[in-house]
């Protein structure tokens, strides 16, 4: 269930893996929350950019940017969407996705989530 994701810190390189479910029916809208704060303030908003990016896994071919909401700067809630229209038009490769906080201040970058998407459902677009 979506609203039960849970995110595993695997380095502390700010490295995260998705967990629980990660398939996206095509042709249906899909979102996330994240908390890209964390309990420890790692990874405050303020003076940030949050952008995800969804790639084909074997050539890493852009298929979409995930849509982005902050929801809370000060507690560090993020929302990723599809819309179903944006859900459709993904090929059924293998897909994963990266997302990254970008530092306006120093110009560098962090990633603080990846992991693999299995696409379901409908034919080629």
């Known amino acids: 269930n979506l609203s039960n994701l849970q995110l595993l810190r695997l380095m502390a390189a700010g490295i995260y893996s998705l967990t629980g479910s990660r398939v996206i029916e095509r042709g249906a809208d899909y979102s996330f929350t994240m908390d890209v704060n964390t309990s420890t303030g790692e990874y405050p908003l303020s003076g940030k950019l949050i952008s995800g990016y969804i790639y084909r896994a ?68």
């Open 58 to 125: 074997w050539d890493r071919s852009l298929e979409k940017n995930w849509d982005t909401e902050v929801l809370s700067q000060a507690s560090g809630i993020v929302q990723f969407s599809l819309s179903g229209s944006q859900t459709a038009q993904l090929s059924l490769a293998p897909l994963f996705h990266e997302i990254f906080i970008f530092d306006t201040n120093n110009n560098t970058s962090t990633k603080v989530l990846e992991g693999n998407i299995m696409i379901v459902g409908g034919g080629l677009p």
